[in-house]
């Protein structure tokens, strides 16, 4: 908890970390954000924060005409009143390995009243127009020093001596910054451009002269006011901005972890303390011989609790203090904007010792009712009442096992009616809530069959061998130990599956919704570009292909295409395209909605197969086939192909096999008739086959170049592909731009990388930190078990028993407290998300529309739950084999 805490409040910044980082030595920051405006308000700690009245029923703002300018800076501060300005854009440079896009900052950053936004390492700032300086990774990158020079391609190309270095305190030290003076390469200066940041570097704005700004339409950030904000002002979005950061992430976190922290610790503390008093019996049962009546013994016992959970309070916020600056010295990227300072703050570690003292306290009540309660005659003989099974425990454990699951089909029905007949916002959360609560119940209820569950164990490995025969009996015998042990196991396997789960299912719908433009590892791009009044025109792929071959030193396909009717958009042209075989409603919805609106996926369609995002018909050999599909090209697509027939990547294309072009002229298309009655000016069907790719690419229908003559498609070479594997480095993309802007040509490259893959890493955290839980638990478990059993080991010495005994009665405890506990939480940990993927089977079963939020889907990482549930459990085990089996000498024999 001191760890999470720590770094969390570490990435919000004080106030006074704001002035240095944001503002430096200056007064303030002004921006113009709106035509003067009386009714413009804004946050005192903020410049996003700011708000006017508006029309309810329009949102049309009330205090100012739409078409009202802007006023610039100057305009609304006194005469004579010094700035500061900085510009930021890009800019691309000739860099050591061909050309790249570098940050561009335009300004006063080498101004010393701006010392903390900026700093100046090496060196001077620019003081002409013809100096620049860089950050220190541009120097890398563009492999010069300061004294030397760099060439700029755009926006204004031309040759610039290198001064000095600086870093943008508000980046990360690996980004490449170029800093020029003001306009210098962009030519636009910071009076034109309504963008710029202004600072003033000596006049201070109270927070009257700010909503003075204000009507004027500016927003400020000033040192006086975030030194002294206004405890009376009318604010747009409530109180501080930096507290109400604080609150809002770390209060929510503290509750979630320290409420898992206080289940986990009350649940093993309290089985230590139970074997702890348990073995102190007899010294419990002197006292109370003595006179000490049962509130001595209750608090002697609960004392310790206390003292404990204080101890272990102590040192764990001494470690999570050290954890947390270890990870924040890992993660920090040098940007002051992300960590700007390591904040520990006093009250939160109180907070926490305190909550460390509590949490020992309550772990301690179970064993301090027990010891109050000893039975005196019968500690003192040392005999021991083997525990009573709570019948109760049990049936209210099959109750809650039946509520949870009532909650789960409950919460997934109100989810299914929240997505139909229409989107319900209330409907679908409080069917989320349901259903988590359910799943909770369901984790109690089978923590409180848990002892039932562990004599059944007993039971089915009663004709096993004896080390298995103990190890069940000591589990299922002393479930004071063993039963929290395993909730605690099965508690954290739960929240990391249920965790996991819904990551992965997050993961499925963003792999299913990413729009491929190529097959994976392909490096690839259309040939065409557009001049000043958007006419576009074709790229001569003799270019690109030399550069992409001898930069990226691999195959390089060049596939044909016949136009797009939205190329050019010419309505006296005549274009060819497939026709979409769909049903006659679709296409009665599509005409009436000119082809727009959520009724294109309930017929199945997208933007692509209406014809709206690239070419639809292509032309090209099995070569180029294969290239579009990133796969083999099946043996009916060749023989499709290379017969004068066309191959579908797309079956909404081909009825009866065949597809059918038609050609339409341009102002048909522009007015949508094409999904009309209306007839085409020709048509054209051909036999065709379907092969489907691993993704939907914007590759409609294959034809050969011979079957494109022969009905008369009028093709050109209009697309580049390459496979390369991984994405190139960023050297390599320099050589790749250099290089084509040497031959002038202006090519859009893109690697395809599919969609972001954010829940394998977050799984394998997961899998980590349940993994540490639960081989701490079963440390736990298995270490008192052995201590528990003591007095049994010296009797199995006694008699004779070889270590091999012990031994496999420890590796046997941890197949069963570990291997139940992990059963039980990924068992019940999949549950919520089945529950949430229900709605979607029954939709999908019944051709449900929907109206918003996407169909959940049941995609868990069974890779990580395979280690959780069966590796994890053996590997407790043989650790548990291999320290065992020691041989205690309770009986020496004479020889």
Known sequence: MVAVTTVATSLIPTNAERIVTELGGTEAIVTMVSPPDDTLIQHPESLSYYEVDRDPMTGEPLGHDPDDPILSVRDVLPPGTELLTIVESSATVRTASGLGALALVEGDAADPALDGRFSLIEGRGPRTDREVAVSSSALDRLDI????????????????????????????????VLFARDGAISGVPAEGDTGATVYLPDTRLDWPAVRELNAQGAVVLSRAVLQDPPADARLPFGGSITLYSSLTSVIPMLALIGGFALFEVCLLAGAAMLVGTRSDLR??????SVGGDRRVLFRTVSLGGVVLGLVGGIVGAAVGV?????????????????????????????AIVGFALLSGWIASLVAARTAARVDVVSALRGSRRPPKPSRAASVFGV????????????????????????????????????????????????????????RGITRLFARGGASVRMATRDASRNSARSVPTLAAIASTVFVAVALMTMLGSAQHQANLTYQHTAPLGTISGPLVTYDDEGVASLIP????????????????????????????????????????????????????????????????????LLGQFGDQIWVGSVADLEAALGEPASDEARRALNGGGAVSL?????????????????????????????????????PAVVQRPAHDYRFGIFVSPATAREVGLEFDESFVIADVGPRPSEETYDQLWGALAAVEVPAILYHEGGPPQFAGGAAWIFTGIAALITLAASAVALGLARADARRDDEVLDAIGAPPRLQRGVAFWQA?????????LGAAIGLLPNLALTLPSLVGVANDIPRDAAPFWAFAPPWAQLALLVLALPLVIALGSWLTAGRRRVAVRRMP
């Not at 190309?157 to 943008?168: K, L, M, S, T």
């Not at 009825?655 to 009309?676: H, I, K, P, Y």
């Open 145 to 176: 020093s300061v004294g030397g020079e760099i060439e700029v391609i755009s926006p204004e190309p031309g040759r610039f001596a290198v001064v000095g270095v600086i870093e943008d305190r508000q980046r990360p030290t690996d980004d490449d």
């Open 283 to 288: 010294a419990l049962a002197t006292v109370a």
């Open 322 to 350: 050290g954890a947390a600056a270890g990870y924040v010295a890992l993660t920090d990227d040098g940007s002051a904007a992300k960590y700007p300072g390591f904040h520990v703050d006093p009250l939160v570690l109180a």
């Open 399 to 454: 109750v809650l096992l039946g509520l949870g699951a009532l909650g789960l089909l409950g919460g997934a029905t109100m989810t299914f009616f929240g997505y139909w007949p229409e989107y319900q916002y209330s409907w679908v959360w409080i069917g989320i809530l349901v259903i988590v609560v359910g799943a909770i119940a369901m984790q109690l209820g089978a923590a409180l069959l848990s002892p039932t569950i562990l």
């Open 541 to 608: 792929a003799d270019d690109v292909v030399t550069v992409m071959e001898t930069v990226l030193e691999t195959e390089v396909e060049v596939l044909s295409s016949v136009a797009s009717p939205y190329l050019n958009n010419d309505p006296d042209a005549t274009f060819a395209r497939p026709r979409l075989q769909i049903s006659d409603a679709c296409r009665e919805l599509l005409a009436e909605t000119q082809g727009m609106g959520p009724q294109q996926e309930d017929c199945g369609l997208n933007w692509f």
């Open 650 to 686: 797309h079956p909404q294309f081909v009825a009866d096999d065949e597809v059918r072009f038609e050609w339409w002229s341009g102002e048909q298309l522009a007015d949508q008739t094409n999904f009309t009655d209306m007839a085409p000016e020709r048509a054209v069907a051909l």
């Open 815 to 823: 197949i069963v407290v570990a291997g139940i506990g992990t059963v």
